[in-house]
Nanobody, 124 residues
Framework: VQLQASGGGLVQAGGSLRLSCAASGRTFSNYIMGWFRQAPGKEREFVAAIRWIGGSTIYADSVKDRFAISRDSVKNTVYLQMNRLKPEDTAVYYC??????????????????WGQGTLVTVSS
């Protein structure tokens, strides 16, 4: 399984970015795809997740109403649309995948497959 994250960059506060996570190597129909982030000196934290089948989503409170996660089953790609970005959103963003139970969706330790991370920097 390979997860390739891309789309990070430098943006001003209030701006938008869209991250992509291209997945390959297996069928992900029973999987949950998640986005996590890690700021310097901080622990990795949950951002959002989507169930591949059905498309149900869950968000961290800090990004709810600003970020949107989606997936394209044809392209095997998961997206994270980030709007109204804030300096505190600055972090390396990672995509992750696994057959995770609903209760464990926001736990980084529940995911086995991880992408390499893409840096998002939001300037004030």
């Amino acid at each position: 399984v390979q997860l390739q994250a891309s789309g990070g960059g430098l943006v001003q506060a209030g701006g938008s970015l869209r991250l992509s996570c291209a997945a390959s190597g297996r069928t992900f129909s029973n999987y949950i795809m998640g986005w996590f982030r890690q700021a310097p000196g901080k622990e990795r934290e949950f951002v959002a997740a989507i169930r591949w089948i059905g498309g149900s989503t869950i968000y961290a409170d800090s990004v709810k109403d600003r970020f949107a996660i989606s997936r394209d089953s044809v392209k095997n790609t998961v997206y994270l649309q980030m709007n109204r970005l804030k300096p505190e959103d600055t972090a390396v963003y990672y995509c992750a995948a696994d057959r995770v139970s609903t209760l464990a969706t926001s736990r980084a330790g529940a995911y086995y497959y991880w992408g390499q991370g893409t840096l998002v920097t939001v300037s004030s």
